[in-house]
């Protein structure tokens, strides 16, 4: 027992007990080439189990932002390891990898086993939806860096992609139409703004007047995780000839489509042709935000765009559906740059 470690604020017994939780979650996420177990000084994972000729690999990490402040206003952290996940899958995605492993960090500044096996369940529900192995992590303990109840999550992951079926915007051409696929929500982005709206709004987390959201709690809406495309969008990659991926993250519809195209190429996307979700509707009323510049910031409701020859975007979309996903042409490739809404 580390009685002068404890005295300081850590609390190693709690660390062990947290191991102790999260292994059966961890375990759930085993897949081919996985190796070893929780506890080892590093993670491991066997490429050659693997049948790619050329392989790339593919890595990506990233946090989940200020969406951690709902998370601890309504004491509710089983979902938020699902954002750390998706975040980092879906970037990879962009490029056609297929994610292989994640390992997740969890920092904060008193360990509670019960919390922390929460976050880690939801991590590893993220990497069951994603088909990776969620190989290692760190929980980090450290007094006085966080209020109290507080934590902060980042994650990494590493994908596979045949070196010839790299996906990096070359095979973009003027005429190609993009495919939406729906997001779940806000997802792990803009909360920075979302936080001031609702404040200046006066209102709680739990408050059910919101018109836009039908009596659901502001706070249960914005929470919900963010969507996961690998499987359905990997078997798109696999059957169609795919020119490109976007994951709209910060900088919504501006910032991330231009990012698969060539100097000289644009965009039109055509409002309209997908649902807007309510909360974005919710958000732009209370917080008085032009409504082009809501392209600027959010989704709105399109988690994800593939770019391919109109001759094949009945068949993609076939394929999306098949997993249940809302899909819809949203607009095309045009010469000149930037995007425009029509």
Request: charge should be negative; hydrophobic fraction near 40%; proline fraction near 3%.
């Amino acid at each position: 027992m580390a009685e002068n470690y404890e005295r300081s604020g850590v609390n190693l017994e709690a660390g062990y007990e947290v191991v102790r939780r999260i292994k059966s979650h961890v375990a759930s996420t085993a897949r081919k080439g996985s190796m070893g177990g929780i506890g080892s000084f590093g993670g491991m994972f066997d490429l050659s189990a693997l049948d790619f000729k050329e392989p790339v690999l593919v890595s990506g990490t990233d946090g989940v932002g200020t969406k951690l402040k709902i998370a601890f206003a309504l004491d509710k952290h089983d979902t938020i390891g699902i954002d750390a996940v998706a975040m980092c899958v879906n970037d990879v995605l962009a490029q056609g990898a297929e994610p292989l492993f994640f390992l997740d960090y969890v920092a904060l500044g008193h360990n509670e086993p019960a919390k922390v096996e929460a976050i880690v369940a939801g991590v590893a529900e993220g990497c069951r939806q994603a088909g990776c192995a969620l190989v290692g992590g760190e929980t980090a303990e450290m007094p006085g860096m966080y209020e109290g109840g507080e934590y902060d999550i980042a994650g990494c992951t590493t994908g596979v992609v045949e070196k010839s079926a790299l996906i990096d915007g070359s095979r973009v051409k003027v005429g190609d139409v993009l495919i939406g696929i729906a997001s779940s929500g806000v997802h792990s982005n803009g909360f920075s703004l979302v936080r001031r709206i609702v404040a200046e709004a006066g209102l709680d987390w739990t408050d059910t007047s919101v018109p836009e959201l039908g009596g659901r709690g502001i706070g249960e809406v914005l929470l919900t995780p963010t969507r996961i495309y690998v499987k359905p969008v990997l078997d798109v990659v696999r059957n169609c000839c795919v020119h490109g991926i976007s994951h709209i993250t910060g900088g919504g519809f501006d910032e991330n489509i231009p990012r698969v195209l060539k100097p000289g190429q644009g965009v039109q996307v055509k409002e309209g042709s997908w649902e807007i979700l309510p909360v974005f509707r919710a958000l732009e009323r209370m917080g008085c935000i032009p409504h082009r510049e809501m392209f600027n910031i959010f989704n709105m409701g399109v988690g994800m765009v593939i770019v391919l020859d109109s001759s094949e975007a009945d068949k993609a979309m076939e394929i999306l559906r098949g997993y249940g996903e809302k899909t819809s042409v949203i607009g095309e490739v045009i010469n000149g740059e930037g995007v425009t809404v029509l």
